[in-house]
Structures are given as C-alpha cells and as structure tokens.
C-alpha cells in the first residue's frame, strides 16, 4: 500500500467536503506515526507543519519543501534511541540519531543559526527562526 498516496487523498477528500484552509494542515503521529509524519513532509507540500513525536526520519528526504517542524522526544527513549542506532522493542527501529534530521529542517527552512535553547528540568526547548516564519 502506499500511504502517502493514501494520506494524501485523505487530505485532498477533507478538502473537498470540509472548508478547510489547505494552508493550516498539519501532520502528527507518535513513533511509527512520526516517521510518517516527516515522510508526508518529504514526499508532498501538503503540510505547513508536522510534529513527530518519538520518531525519527528514516527516508531520503532530497529535496523537500519548507515546513515547519516539531520535534518532541525523550532522550531516554529505547524504542527510538535520540542519539540513533537499532532500538529495542518490537520493530527494532534503526535509524539515524535526532539532531541531525532536525537540523536537515532547518537548513531546508533557510533557518537562522542563532538557537535559543531554554531548560526546565525535565525538558530542553529549542527555537529558532526561519525565512517564512517557519519555527524548528
């Protein structure tokens, strides 16, 4: 089956049947749900934002349009290790480590070099800004 095929007629189904602003669609999913989520973002200009969750991006990504990112992970994750490598669990995910995915975002955003990172015990955030206003 092809989900981006699939996902993307969902969107384009919604679009006929709903009023929706087709510059305000977004993709979420948690883990598995993630991958996809930067997979939708890699193979259409559909999304103005995605927000993995626990995911990484396991797909060559060689051109893909700006979007803006959300990127919510634990560091302690096993299932999808933050620093990369096979996972346990399951699936035994073996992917690349986070930053660099992110970062890949920022670059296709034309995102500035200045981060503002800002820690609160348990949780690192970390912005920047973006030709567009697109956010990382």
């Known amino acids: 089956m092809d989900d981006v095929a699939f ?3 969902v969107v384009a189904e919604a679009s006929r049947n ?3 602003d087709p510059s305000k669609v977004y ?6 749900g993630a ?5 939708l973002a890699c193979e259409t200009t559909l999304f103005a934002a995605i927000a993995p969750v626990s995911g990484t991006m396991l797909v060559p990504c060689a051109s893909p349009a700006p979007v803006s990112v959300l990127h919510i992970h634990d560091t302690a994750d096993r299932n999808v290790p933050y620093a ?3 996972g346990e669990g399951v699936a035994h995910i073996n992917g690349p480590s986070i930053e660099p995915a992110v970062d890949s975002w ?3 955003n034309l995102c500035g070099t200045n981060l503002t ?5 348990p949780v690192t955030r970390t912005t920047v ?3 567009g206003g697109a956010k990382r």
Do not use: D
């Open 117 to 121: 990172s800002t820690y609160r015990h």
């Open 84 to 86: 990369g490598g096979e």
């Open 106 to 108: 920022r670059r296709v």
């Open 7 to 9: 996902l993307s007629a």
């Open 27 to 32: 993709a979420t999913g948690m883990s598995n």
């Open 35 to 39: 991958m996809m989520a930067y997979r």
């Open 18 to 20: 709903t009023s929706i």
């Open 129 to 131: 800004s973006c030709r």
